[in-house]
């Protein structure tokens, strides 16, 4: 099945500051969804990008579907942010694939 | 319904008993997905289903799971005789038909002892 890998797999900002996760798949996908667990457990959808590049407030997201990868932004950080940002594909019959997430810790 | 609802929201049994988590979808969503989530791990995918097409069972990890699905409504996952690696998170997801986003539901949260 299609690999799909998130980096850094933990990453402690301090509150204000920028960050980049990046997700990397081994083959052609559908669709790519990135997605925030907050510490309920609950999966947030975030961004629904299969290519290009898509903002809301400070999140974006950028997916190059030719290189296999893509990336969120998340811009002047908030404790709130804190969580696991989960990259999942889609691919043969819209299967989803999940990374291991990428763990965020803001603090103020 | 507004949103994809799982229930029950938590569940502790005994090793050895049977469990049947319930998922109803978004109206309209005939896709279906079950994910599990083991305490600090990613989602480990289960089963898929898509309006009346043969569900996609490869994930499924034995043969004491299974999952229904009446039409393109409610999903019931089964797990018999429950062992204490069954403990995890139970995900349920909807999307509709073809190359569409997914939402989740609450999950359900399994504490087998």
């Known amino acids: 099945g299609i690999q799909v890998e998130q980096s850094p797999p933990d990453l402690i900002l301090q509150e204000g500051a920028n960050s980049t996760l990046r997700c990397n798949f081994s083959?052609?996908?559908?669709?790519l969804q990135w997605f925030h667990q907050n510490p309920w457990g609950q999966l947030i959808n975030l961004f629904y990008?299969?290519?290009g590049t898509k903002q809301n407030g400070r999140l974006s997201a950028t997916t190059v579907a030719t290189e296999r990868y893509s990336l969120l932004y998340i811009s002047s950080s908030q404790t709130t942010d804190s969580g696991v940002y989960f990259c999942?594909?889609?691919?043969?019959?819209?299967?989803?694939?999940f990374g291991k997430g990428n763990q965020v810790v803001v603090i103020p | 319904g507004a949103g994809v609802s799982q229930s029950p929201s938590n569940k502790v049994t005994e090793k050895g008993k049977d469990v049947e988590l319930r998922c109803d979808p978004i109206?309209?969503?005939?896709?279906l997905y079950w994910y599990r989530q083991r305490l600090g791990q990613g989602l480990e995918f289960l089963i898929y289903?898509?309006?009346?097409?043969?569900?996609?069972k490869s994930g499924l990890p034995s043969d004491r799971f299974s999952a229904e699905r009446t039409g393109e409504s409610v999903s019931t996952l089964t797990i018999q005789r429950t062992q204490q690696e069954d403990s995890a998170v139970y995900l349920c997801?909807?999307?509709?038909?073809?190359?569409?986003?997914?939402?989740f539901g609450q999950g359900t949260r399994l504490t087998v002892v």
């Open positions: 997801a909807s999307s509709f038909p073809g190359v569409t986003e997914a939402f």
């Open positions: 999942a594909v889609g691919y043969g019959n819209n299967r989803l694939a």
């Open positions: 109206s309209g969503h005939t896709a």
């Open positions: 990008i299969p290519s």
């Open positions: 083959d052609s996908v559908n669709n």
């Open positions: 289903f898509q309006g009346n097409s043969a569900p996609d």
